[in-house]
């Protein structure tokens, strides 16, 4: 037994409450005198059922809204002003000095609060279980993931053999725009390679340097920025940038 | 730049009428100089917050269906939503869901063109039946009703697919597909039928069938 051809449309438009009063009342007529139709309309009410039932539907897993929230934070902030941020150290250098050091001040001001955002970063991506978006040991899946979310092609390099496993990579915010991070292990230990395309402006210091307990190393090479940070100890870190570095293609 | 908008320029032409995928535009053109923007202000950012992301849930079950991949699913969304916050001043009232998940789709198109995947015909579908639908092995694997249903619903191919998981699931009406997936409404009326049609094929309804 099936419905009427011509009434499959309205089966479904009184099913899904899209039927207007005449409509619906002329279909509803219809139903009394047609089981053909009646039996669809049954089947499908039925089958509605079945989908709309709780459960059927996905729920989002736990960590994606504070991630979520975390972007969205990330970007109603305002972007930081420089100027003022940079001001209360030019000042507490003494008049005489501060036009000779205003520029350095600024750079360095510049690279701190950038270096806080890095901890920051790395920290959040231990504790917010979102280590990595796609992992994998493996640099050929790497490098295409990152292809076609930035706007850039960060160097994916296999440094297993020296002792830092590959084990994924992210994409992350950091001063103010989407930068890659390459993921590596060292021992039960993370480090978080954060890249994004140099700016123009002055070179910023080298590193290696420690910051709140962590170290953070810094390089620059064709047009990249590359910001280490880790837990491991400063000296292990730049054995990682060495490595990094002598690998990078040329 | 202009390669990376040229997806969406068919979706575009399409559905003029649709705030959400030109907001969507404006928000991918401006993705790489993100700094250049001003800011939503605190108010209009709080207003993102208590209006759209409460729907966190139903656009991760709009992506999980769309791309049948847990972890793609919440890349698709995470890109989304944050696609979502740079467009919101284009929001523009209606049901905040339909505007989010065209945002959703879009995702899932761009992730989709990038992988090079061809684009799904309907018209082609129409002619043939789901080709990943369930063998009675896979059936039997799986284990209860919720992922029978599930399992069912992701062998549909992916215009009727999405049809029906957002007049089902997310309730929908058919004026919010249109304007959701961008088909007209007539489509929308014949993906619907033709969705429930094989999906009663695969999942026949006891009792009611012998």
């Known amino acids: 037994m099936t419905a009427c051809p011509d009434k499959e449309a309205l089966l479904h438009g009184l099913l899904d409450g899209e039927l207007d009063a005449a409509n619906a009342q002329a279909c509803e007529a219809h139903l009394k005198t047609c089981p053909g139709c009646a039996q669809a309309l049954g089947e499908l009410q039925a089958l509605s059922a079945r989908l709309s039932a709780p459960g059927v539907a996905y729920r989002a897993p736990p960590g994606l809204r504070a991630r979520i929230e975390g972007l969205i934070d990330a970007e109603a902030r305002p972007p930081p002003r420089r100027l003022r941020a940079a001001a209360p150290w030019a000042f507490s250098g003494g008049f005489a000095a501060l036009a000779a050091s205003l520029a350095v001040v600024m750079v360095q001001a510049n690279v701190s609060a950038l270096e806080d955002q890095l901890v920051a970063s790395h920290v959040r991506s231990t504790l917010a279980s979102h280590l990595v978006d796609v992992e994998t040991s493996d640099r050929h899946v790497v490098k295409p993931w990152f292809n076609g979310r930035i706007d850039f092609a960060p160097p994916v390099i296999e440094l297993a053999d020296a002792g830092y496993p590959l084990a994924g990579g992210r994409l992350d915010y950091l001063d103010d725009r989407v930068v890659a991070a390459l993921v590596y292990r060292r021992n039960r230990h993370v480090i978080n390679l954060f890249v994004w395309p140099s700016k123009p402006g002055p070179a910023l210091p080298p590193g290696p340097a420690l910051r709140s307990g962590y170290s953070v190393a810094h390089w620059r090479n064709h047009g990249l920025e590359f910001w280490a940070v880790s837990d491991i100890d400063a000296g292990d870190l730049e054995a990682f940038r060495r490595a990094f570095v002598a690998r990078a293609p040329t | ?210």
């Open chain 2, 1 to 210: 730049m202009t390669g990376r908008i040229l997806p969406f320029a068919p979706l575009l032409s399409a559905k003029p009428d649709g705030p959400g995928v030109a907001v969507f535009l404006r928000g991918k053109r401006t993705a790489a100089t993100a700094a250049d923007e001003t800011p939503l202000d605190p108010g209009e950012a709080d207003r993102f917050r208590r209006l759209i992301l409460p729907h966190l849930d139903c656009a991760y079950s709009f992506a999980r269906f769309l791309c049948r991949d847990p972890s793609l699913a919440e890349d698709l969304v995470q890109d989304a939503f944050l696609r979502a916050f740079r467009g919101f001043r284009g929001f523009r009232g209606g049901d905040p869901r339909a505007w989010l998940f065209a945002i959703v789709r879009s995702s899932h198109l761009t992730w989709a063109e990038r992988r090079r995947e061809p684009d799904v015909d309907a018209d082609a579908v129409l002619e043939t039946t789901p080709s990943e639908a369930l063998s009675p092995e896979a059936v039997l694997v799986q284990q209860g009703e919720v992922a029978t249903v599930r399992g069912a619903l992701e062998s549909l191919p992916e215009p009727f697919r999405e049809t029906l998981v957002l007049r089902e699931l997310e309730e929908l009406s058919y004026r919010e597909i249109a304007q959701a997936t961008g088909a007209p409404i007539g489509t929308v009326m014949s993906r619907l039928a033709r969705a429930r049609q094989m999906l009663l094929a695969v999942l026949p309804i006891e009792g009611l069938r012998p």
